[in-house]
């Protein structure tokens, strides 16, 4: 997939086209008006750039060669007028455009963090989260900047373009065949170095995942390795990947300037022919001063649209690699999919069963579960024991629907659970693991994540309810006090009771306990399953 759009550049198959530009224009159609707007500014301030040389011209041919002062006098007040009005016309342009670009960026971004959502837990054990980073925010930045702001240089260039050579041709149409020599020779350069730019930026991609893969891999972990004495090892890796980001960064800056070096020299040569051959009909009297230096002008102004367009060559390059990536996301299969019209959910007392269920992991061998029957009354606390690797949390993973059995089905008061509505299952099972997730915010926060419709008053019940009073009173703002990242201060009890306290708020039918004491000592798993009992008696 990650060659999705060099494949469309490379063929021009307008099914490919559709497939990668679908997705990315379905943002940027709901902004029409507001694109509109940008392109009316666009095409008013290139009006005002291109009136500003002919107003020189005049002001020289029929001001100060022809001593008129009164035509200077006026043409010197237009020009003022013209540059106030077009400094006006920019400033509001650039932030019309900036929040027309935060719009689009940020609803590529969330649609992308939606469809993660989604995935399986296989999907994110495969793939590394550095990785999946890299491509949420610097290839959707790139895929943005391409979709608005190539939009709008390619509007302005055309009118540019435009403009310029019909006023170049008005000038001179003998001088105005220089561009006819310089844009094929232009075309056909930046075409040859349109797959090393690819290439280049491709890998520059696969360098800057490495160091962020890298970062979130080591930093959580930075207590063992300094436990472990191997700061100097890990700070070595970094300026390994570090010195490869670079190099490749230096590639593709190399890459680039002579992608645009090389067009540049032969625009300056081209406007070199032009003054030599202008300026000597001007030394002989058969051209005006002011036609010489507004011509010149033009030129710079027309060659510079034409570099611009034919710098989309570079800029689809680097778009075609960041949206390669970003479809491989979006494009990632869901493995659970929602009833299209989900069944009220079973208001019973919490009664599971399995029926002849099987289910195998993709990419491994052997099947976890094989025709596997059990009933689990509602009300009822089941222990279930095993080696590891037998299926016990491959079993919470089906029951939350994480994945769906590859055959057989399980019922939840008699229900099938692929025909509940998946949110509503989950609230109705709560999990409370050894490895409790919190969340860099206050106490209240993190206790009322499954729940944050929760009241203030339910919030001082629970905390009573699961012995949590003295951490609360430890916080210098109680409840409203800040817990560090992933609550790496607090006891592994006060972790315990903090999940306990989740999942008392969440109200479910079935409470799961994943290993849930194992990081505690021995008082400590005595106290948590007496709170357990307590406030989760008559469930399942």
Known sequence: MGGLFSRLIETGDPLLMRQALAWLYGFVRPQRKAIAVLLGLSLSASLLALAQPWLVKTLIDEGLLARDYQTLWHMA?????????????AGVNRYLHTRLSGRILFALRDDLYRHLQQLSPTFYGRRRTGDILSRLDGDVAEIQRFAVDSLFSAVSSVIGLIGAVTLMLMLSWQLSLLLALLIPIEVLWLRWMRRKVEREVRSLRERSADVSSFLVETLPAMKFI??????AREAGRLDQLGQGYMGQLLK?????????AVPGTLTSWCRACAFLIGGWWVIQGTWQLGALIAFSTYMGMAVGPVQSLLGLYVA??????SLG???????????VREAPVPRPMPQGPGELRLERVQFAHAGRQGAVMREVDVVIPGGLKVAISGASGVG???LIDLLQRFYDPDAGRILLDGADLRELDLGALRRRIAVVSQDIVLFRGTLAQNLAYSAPEASRAQLEQVVQLTQLDSLVQSLPLGLDGLLGERGQQLSGGQKQRIAIARAVLQEPAILVLDEATSAVDEPTEREVIAAIDQLFAGRT
């Open 77 to 89: 007040a237009i020009m003022i007028v013209a540059g106030l009005l077009g400094t006006v016309l």
């Open 226 to 231: 300094q436990a472990s004495g191997q700061q």
């Open 252 to 260: 593709v800056q190399v890459t680039e300037f002579f992608t645009q």
């Open 316 to 321: 689809i390059q680097r778009m075609a690699v």
């Open 325 to 335: 990536r970003v479809m491989e996301l979006r494009q990632e299969p869901v493995a």
């Open 392 to 394: 016990k949390s491959t």
